[in-house]
């Protein structure tokens, strides 16, 4: 079993920034791959950056690139989304989600573990 639970999440001006922190424990060797996705207001879920655990590779939507950083602390077992240049159309909940895969899926389905979400609200 893998836990995980997202924080960091709030309220900021556009042009902020937040950090996001997703906190994996349990069997996190089932956690090879750990993704960020998001749940505008009224909008279907959406995956937003992901991270590789064994080699650190990273993925980025185009909506987010050059803006967002994911990144990975193995000694706390936490994965990082370091939000720059935040933009109102950010603002959607955010989910962690961990995927036992060898590679890193794109479709929340494929992902066995999952968050409650942390609120990011982005105002202009």
């Known amino acids: 079993q893998v836990h995980v639970v997202e924080s960091g999440g709030g309220s900021v001006q556009a042009g902020g920034s937040l950090r996001l922190s997703c906190a994996v424990s349990?069997?996190?060797?089932?956690?090879?791959?750990i993704s960020w996705f998001r749940q505008p207001p009224g909008k279907e879920r959406e995956r937003v950056t992901a991270i590789y655990t064994g080699d650190g590779g990273s993925w980025y939507a185009d909506s987010v690139k050059g803006r967002f950083t994911i990144s990975q602390d193995d000694a706390k077992n936490t994965v990082y989304l370091q939000m720059n240049s935040l933009k109102p159309e950010d603002t959607a909940i955010y989910y962690c989600a961990a995927s036992s895969r060898y590679w890193c899926p794109g479709e929340w389905a494929d992902y066995n573990y999952w968050g409650q979400g942390t609120q990011v609200t982005v105002s202009s």
């Open positions: 349990g069997n996190t060797g089932s956690s090879n791959c």
